[in-house]
């Protein structure tokens, strides 16, 4: 078969060219000899009104010089047709266009005018995808050839002209009819088999394959008006109308057809995409050529041609990895498309104009698409021998890929280090659970432990894995059989419970135990602390993703009330999130507005009042909201980038105050976060700027919290400390006693200055003396390793005479000042921050 229909298409190939050539010598070709002028619509038909037009012989008119008019071609030189007789004929090819109009003037001055419009072509057509035009007068008695076109798409796009004997357009036609009944044999036949195996099997690679042939015969059938000896008016406009939807679902299919009929993963993802982007191109281009003219119809054509490149290219590219992975089906592909692509690059040169126009070029075009099908059709039978010998290997294997995939699945869904479900496990159970058809509620737990790197820093790696160990067996033990714990990230958990009342009061009892549970190793110890949020299903959310985002955000919050306790979602949790989020998109506007600013407020001597200095507090005068403190905002500074902008732009105001106002500022305090100071890179670049405002470092202090500390790597933060201390910049630790410094962290980091947070401070006559107590100590901390302490908060006067009395000097809050502009402050005296 393969053979007999490569010899019948090369015989029919060479009979081809050998007719057309032979005919050759009674066509007259003309399309590069005429002249060209345009006329307005209503403009007279007639010989002598365009004859009297100014014909251009150099240069064709632009498109819109003509697009709602006429276009007039003339034929230069008359003396090229002396050779045909009676009878002869003007051939065009077909075009869109509302009225076509012929106008031959013999030597005596006759007319013969003939008019066409779409619908209504007559017998004016002719196979091979022609117009024509019958001429009594022998060419010797020609004077004159006008034809006209009133709203023709483009005349770039009109690539034969030509004038031949009727005895050769009887040879050409009979050519085109035989090899158009060849073609149509070949596709229905190749569409008989194929529909045939489709039945049984139904593979996508064969419903291509039956779209594709389909589209090629109707295209191959209109292209050529063969379809017209049925429908004689479906020819000229209404041809090449459906032409441009046709060849571009023909290129569509065929893409689809190689992307499917290809062995399963032999072509990668990405040009799978793009060749699935090239045929809904195709498409688009096509229907927009059609009809709906968003462009110039030559520039829809070239859209339509370089679309067609495009698909080619990602054939070929295909193509050629196919036969890199060794792929049997792409060779029967090859073979085919290799003529089809060869006449195609022939006809994408010839649409731009590089290659003149010829009917072989047509007829080779057919010819090779007929080919194509059977090659296609042993593709397919190819393909299903390799299926059947797939299916066979697979059902060998598929006993023993189970087994191993058990094996797997078992694997990839186990933390290694405590034996629980990893995050994959997790997320599959959580899918499951919110999509049981019993929706049965359920409860989701996420569980952090708190200052793991802390611990792997005192126990050891080996230590904080076995105390990772310890809390996933703690919370085994806690969800009870039940449950489904899960590891999901380094120091994250997560239990998945069905939920009762019954069972919720016993997990919350058994996480309340679990708090506190001390590990011991290598001689040391360690408190365990949980940071727990639960979310419930379908009370707090019923898909998955919004769930676990839902528990997430309970733990969030549990980490910021101090850590060590277990939070429900509430929906205010969601409305913190999104005004954090809101914020944040609007802060970088409010930094280029100059909406952010800095409230300033002393810190004073407590016996005698007198202001040492101030500490910079930050304020956004919001458009909406008005004047907001970072209680309200503060929550977006935690973002990293955002943050870091901020607290630049505070820095830059704080060090700007202190240029401007020496005399009510003698030392300002400001707040840093980790993103500021994070390697001595940072502090550098911090000592830069404070150079570059002219400010001595003296004069600054950078106030930074417990939490900071500790967030960070000690070593880079201690030599970062360390390199603006030595340079005159002075280090508070703030909201000293709220967080996990250990006493380590102040022997060995650069404070001056330890601040009380506020909450001792305000509790100082209110909770059995612990306030007190804790202030007393911190008081004495500070005057045995020599670090001055403020403490915060001070409102009333039984406060600040109980700090004197314990011994603290300085102090900050309501009582003395509230935070306000500093031009409302008076000019201050001596530092009293200075170390």
């Keep these: 078969m393969p053979v007999r229909s490569h010899l019948v298409f090369v015989w029919l190939l060479l009979a081809a060219l050998f007719w057309s050539s032979s005919a050759r010598a009674e066509i007259v070709r003309m399309r590069s000899d005429v002249c060209y002028a345009t006329a307005p619509a209503d403009y007279p038909v007639t010989a002598a009104s365009v004859a009297r037009l100014n014909f251009d012989c150099a240069r064709v008119p632009d498109h819109p010089a003509y697009a709602k008019g006429w276009a007039w071609l003339k034929l230069r030189d008359p003396r090229m047709l002396s050779g045909l007789p009676s009878g002869w004929l003007l051939m065009t090819d077909q075009s869109r266009f509302e009225r076509m109009t012929m106008l031959v003037v013999d030597t005596q001055g006759r007319t013969r005018t003939a008019t066409i419009a779409p619908g209504a072509v007559g017998d004016h057509w002719a196979l091979g995808g022609m117009l024509r035009f019958a001429v009594d007068p022998p060419g010797a008695r020609v004077r004159d050839v006008y034809i006209g076109y009133r709203n023709l798409d483009d005349l770039s796009l009109m690539r034969k002209l030509s004038a031949m004997s009727p005895q050769s357009l009887l040879r050409l036609e009979g050519i085109w009819l035989a090899l158009m009944g060849v073609f149509a044999g070949a596709i229905f036949s190749a569409f008989a088999y194929n529909l045939l195996i489709y039945t049984g099997q139904r593979l996508v690679f064969q419903r ?47 893409n689809m057809f190689f992307l499917a009929v290809i062995e399963e993963g032999v072509l990668p993802r990405w040009l799978v995409r793009w060749g699935k982007i090239c045929a809904c191109l195709n498409m688009v281009v096509g229907v927009l050529a059609a009809f709906v003219p968003v462009a110039a119809p030559v520039v829809l054509d070239r859209w339509l041609n370089v679309v067609f490149v495009l698909s080619a290219a990602s054939v070929g590219v295909g193509i050629g990895i196919a036969l890199r992975a060794r792929s049997r089906v792409v060779w029967f592909y090859l073979a085919g498309w290799t003529p089809v692509l060869s006449v195609f690059a022939l006809r994408v040169s010839r649409n731009f104009g590089i290659t003149v126009q010829d009917d072989v070029v047509d007829m080779a075009t057919f010819a090779a698409l007929a080919f194509e099908s059977i090659a296609l059709s042993l593709a397919i039978a190819d393909r299903f021998r390799l299926l059947g010998k797939e299916r066979d290997t697979a059902e060998q294997a598929r006993k023993v890929a189970q087994v191993e995939s058990e094996t797997f699945r078992r694997a990839a869904q186990t933390d290694y280090l405590t034996g629980l479900g990893n995050r994959a496990a997790f997320q599959s159970a959580l899918r499951t659970m919110c999509e049981d058809a019993a929706r049965s509620p359920f409860m989701l737990l996420l569980i952090d432990v708190d200052h793991l790197k802390h611990i792997n820093d005192r126990l050891g790696h080996d230590g904080g894995d076995l105390l990772l160990g310890k809390v996933g067996r703690g919370l085994v033990a806690a969800g009870g059989p039940s449950a489904h714990v899960s590891r999901i990230g380094g120091d994250e958990f997560a239990i998945l419970l069905p939920w009762d009342p019954v069972a919720e009061l016993r997990i919350r009892r058994a996480l309340d135990e679990l708090q506190g549970a001390t590990l011991t190793h290598g001689g040391r110890s360690w408190a365990l602390s949980l940071s727990i949020g639960l979310a419930c299903f379908p009370q707090d959310a019923a898909e998955p993703d919004v769930l676990a985002k839902n528990a997430d955000l309970a733990l969030y919050q549990a980490k910021q009330e101090g850590r060590r306790r277990l939070l429900d979602y509430a929906p205010h949790l969601r409305e913190q999130l ?79 105050a202190l240029r401007d106002h020496p005399e009510r500022i003698p030392k300002l305090s400001v707040n840093l976060i980790a993103a500021q100071l994070d390697s001595p890179h940072a502090a550098a670049r911090l000592l830069a700027r404070i150079r570059d405002y002219g400010i001595a470092p003296e004069r600054l202090c950078i106030e930074v919290t417990e939490d900071f500390v500790l967030g960070r790597a000690v070593d880079e933060t201690a030599k970062a400390l360390d390199l603006l201390h030595e340079a005159g910049v002075t280090v508070a630790l703030d909201d000293f006693g709220t967080g996990y410094a250990s006493l380590i962290h102040l022997k060995h980091l650069p404070f001056d200055v330890l601040k009380i947070d506020r909450s001792f401070t305000l509790g100082l006559f209110d909770d059995d003396g612990q306030s007190e107590a804790i202030i007393r100590a911190i008081i004495g901390l500070g005057q045995g390793l020599g670090k001055q302490v403020v403490a915060e908060g001070v409102e009333t006067e039984e406060q600040r005479r109980k700090l004197a009395e314990m011994g603290c000097r300085l102090g900050q809050g309501y009582l003395f000042a509230r935070p306000a502009p500093i031009e409302t402050f008076a000019s201050a005296g001596a530092s009293a921050c200075a170390a």
């Design 208 to 254: 291509w394959y039956l779209v594709w042939s389909l589209l090629v015969l109707a295209y191959g059938l209109t292209w050529t008006n063969v379809l017209a000896f049925a429908f004689p008016e479906y020819v000229g406009p209404f041809a090449v109308t459906t032409d441009y939807l046709l060849v571009a679902g023909l290129i569509a299919a065929g």
């Design 578 to 656: 999104d005004s954090r989020q809101l914020f944040g998109l609007e802060a970088r506007q409010g930094i280029e507005r100059a909406e952010f600013s800095l409230h300033y407020q002393p810190i004073v001597d407590i016996d005698t009042g007198a202001i040492g200095s101030y500490e910079a507090l930050l304020r956004w005068q919001h458009p909406v909201h008005g004047l907001m403190t970072p209680a309200v905002f503060g929550d977006m500074l935690n973002e990293r980038k955002l943050g870091l902008a901020v607290q630049q732009h505070v820095l830059d105001m704080g060090l700007a």
